[in-house]
């Protein structure tokens, strides 16, 4: 993957935690580390953070605490963040999708804590937690306060908002400081298909919502 990436020009990608639990966490063994690293360092790319899909389609964040699941959960971000601090990866990102989307306000508040306990291990290690989701800008706000953490992180999504929650991206972004976002998953789709589309030929006003980055710096 590293091959073909630097051949289309990329200087990176995200790498992925390949089934995290279910797959006994396989970054997080240093065999696997190591051939990463080697990869990366042949093609001359970066890996500037982690997908965590495996933790979501588990639960992920909504996997309440004090549960069998829970305790997966937590032990999943727990082992993604050393295993970015051993690849020197910056980033982790938990998804919410799948089985992970965050629906109620229990969801909610369970991330929150769960959240809570973690950064704080990331922060001394030097690693961003970023959470991807469709909640409005305003509860994320309302979570980072609680989190109390310069660890957690926003990652936003151009496409995920709109099509899954009806909102309209560009605004999101008016209402974000750029600052609170880690990464920015630019994707192009239709209001009912996702990432269908060419940058511009799409519904999501991807012209609006660059611009709108661009002039936050």
């Excluded at 190591?34 to 979501?56: D, H, Q, T, V």
């Excluded at 109620?104 to 804590?113: R, V």
């Excluded at 996702?194 to 999501?204: D, H, K, M, Y």
């Amino acid at each position: 993957v590293f091959g073909i990436a630097a051949g289309l020009g990329a200087d990176g990608i995200q790498v992925d935690d390949w089934g995290s639990y279910s797959q006994s966490f396989p970054m997080a063994e240093q065999r696997i580390q190591n051939l990463y690293i080697e990869e990366a360092k042949r093609w001359n790319m970066e890996m500037p953070s982690m997908g965590c899909n495996g933790f979501s389609r588990s639960g992920g964040l909504v996997n309440r605490l004090g549960t069998p699941e829970g305790d997966i959960s937590l032990l999943a971000i727990r082992t993604g963040i050393r295993a970015c601090a051993d690849m020197g990866i910056p980033l982790l990102m938990l998804p919410c999708c799948w089985d992970g989307f965050l629906r109620t306000k229990e969801d909610i508040e369970n991330a929150a804590d769960m959240l809570r306990m973690t950064c704080k291990e990331a922060e001394e290690l030097d690693i961003t937690v970023a959470v991807e989701s469709v909640l409005s800008p305003e509860r994320w706000m309302e979570i980072s306060d609680y989190v109390g953490s310069k660890a957690f992180k926003i990652y936003y999504d151009t496409q995920n908002s709109q099509y899954f929650a009806g909102a309209n991206p560009p605004e999101e972004l008016r209402r974000l400081e750029v600052s609170d976002i880690a990464e920015v998953h630019f994707k192009e789709g239709l209001i009912d298909l996702q990432g269908s589309r060419c940058f511009g030929e799409g519904e999501t006003n991807f012209y609006e919502s660059a611009d709108i980055l661009r002039k936050k710096g």
